[in-house]
């Protein structure tokens, strides 16, 4: 008997030991979860600063970006990066320095290098003279791995100056980061197609975006909307990769793009009508990355998003004129939009047609043609017009009142979609696209394909200064 209690005693603890292995090993984001009381007490200490930092994506898995506001006097772009919390044994790496939005600060902007797949991170930045705490990321797996999609996070609401406004958002915000993550411990990075901020002008709204300590271990690929084209604040608050500035693009216009693992992430500027200059910066990041197996889209307004914005003038012809054919150009597998604040995703399409099905919960092998797939929004989700009487729409969800997230997860030759609702990650929608073959060499459809487009970036010329007379006339950008 007591033999058997020695044995059950080892075999239990052998079973602990693997539990503790695989906790440890899965639980990435630790708990920062907060009641609406400590948000609350967190929003009114920290509102009135604006010195958080920002960590992001960097141009592959292996490197992180970050930035952050420091005193003019004493601002010193200086990272630390080690693999315990006690910091010993670190590198560091220095950045620059930019001008910041006001005369007293300096923005420090730092790329980390020689990051490992799954692999526990400690680092710090160095702020008004002296060294952060230490902050933790853990990276995943790079050639399989699953990201997340949140769109129009939009900090500040519809209003403009209401601090309690600005709070509550920032505390959905919070909220849906902390039920994602919980159950997603696996996330790499978050992609947002835009409307980040409210007002475009407010440095307490990139503040309060970046008040949930989740974003200190969650990089972010942060495209540019609207709302964010209101004012230049996005140009102090980030620290995106191979950002474009093109030869017609001015103000904060930029596209940028970024590689992880076997996918290439195109980050347009759609609230820019400069068609050369967004084909050059697809042009440019297609050809640098000839091995990309998964090629994927991003902007903020949504071309084939759910209910009649897609049929909008500004959308169903300028946009569509603009940044349709260099999708098809390029052969990108799927489109992620926002602006609407309606969640839903399209059948296959191509050149504004619908050439397949694209069902909720199948796979589908080698489609013809691209998904788009449209966010709703953690403010104002949206109308309550019935979203699934359009034939490009395959899925709506219309509660409007409801957050939604989505998981987009990548194997060898999988791309698994998911979305799911904000406050229980209750399955809504989920496709899968199975790729058994490469990208067929198209040079010659891409020559005239190409040759094509050039009307629509003359006529994009034309559209970018009647713009900026109609942005001059309204103070600033719709």
């Known amino acids: 008997m007591k033999r058997c209690s020695k044995a059950l005693a080892v075999v239990l603890s052998v079973l602990f030991l693997l539990q503790s292995f695989f906790v440890t090993s899965f639980a990435a984001f630790d708990d920062k979860s907060l009641t609406q009381e400590e948000w609350n007490a967190v929003y009114a200490d920290l509102r009135d600063e604006n010195t958080l930092p920002t960590l992001c994506v960097g141009a592959d898995e292996t490197q992180l970006n970050i930035c952050w506001h420091a005193a003019k006097e004493t601002a010193q772009p200086k990272v630390r990066l080690a693999k315990n919390a006690s910091m010993t044994d670190f590198v560091e790496f220095t950045g620059e320095t930019t001008p910041a939005e006001n005369d007293e600060q300096l923005v420090c902007r730092v790329t980390m290098t020689g990051i490992e797949e799954n692999t526990v991170y400690y680092y710090q930045w160095l702020g008004d003279d ?44 919070q909220s849906v980061l902390d039920e994602a993550l919980t159950e997603n411990p696996d996330i790499s990075f978050l992609l947002s197609p835009g409307d980040n901020t409210s007002t475009g002008n407010a440095a307490d709204e990139w503040q309060t975006l970046l008040m949930p300590e989740y974003t200190r271990s969650l990089p972010m690929a942060l495209a540019i909307g609207n709302h964010d084209k209101k004012g230049m604040m996005y140009d102090y608050y980030t620290h995106m990769p191979n950002e474009f500035f093109g030869e017609y693009f001015t103000g904060l216009d930029r596209d940028f793009w970024f590689r992880y693992g076997d996918v290439l992430y195109l980050m347009f500027d759609a609230c820019s009508g400069s068609a050369a200059d967004h084909r050059a910066m697809a042009k440019e990041a297609v050809e640098a990355n000839p091995d990309a197996k998964w090629r994927i889209g991003v902007m903020h ?13 500004e959308t169903g012809i300028l946009l569509n004129a603009v940044f349709q054919p260099i999708f098809e150009m390029y052969d990108l597998d799927i489109v992620f939009t926002g602006h609407t604040h309606m969640q839903g995703r399209s059948h296959f399409i191509s050149d504004g047609l619908i050439v397949g099905k694209a069902e909720s919960g199948k796979t589908y092998t080698d489609p013809k043609g691209i998904i788009y797939l449209n966010t709703n929004a953690c403010c104002d989700q949206g109308s309550m017009e019935d979203m699934s009487k359009w034939p490009h729409t395959a899925y709506a969800f219309e509660d409007a009142d409801v957050t939604t997230y989505s998981t987009i997860e990548f194997t060898e030759d999988t791309m698994a979609i998911r979305t799911l609702r904000g406050d229980n990650s209750e399955l809504l929608d989920s496709i899968t696209i199975k790729k058994t073959k490469g990208f067929e060499d198209g040079k010659i459809r891409l020559t005239v394909r190409t040759l094509f487009y050039k009307i629509i970036e003359l006529f994009g010329l034309i559209y970018l200064k009647i713009d900026e007379i109609a942005v001059a006339i309204r103070g600033g950008h719709f």
């Open 301 to 313: 307004q949504g071309l084939y998003a759910p209910g009649i914005a897609a049929l909008e003038p």
């Open 130 to 173: 002296s060294w952060s705490e230490p902050y933790k990321y853990e990276s995943k797996g790079f050639d399989s791995f699953k990201m997340m999609l949140i769109g129009d996070i939009q900090i500040g609401g519809q209003s403009y100056d209401n601090p309690e406004e600005q709070s509550r958002i920032g505390y959905v915000w």
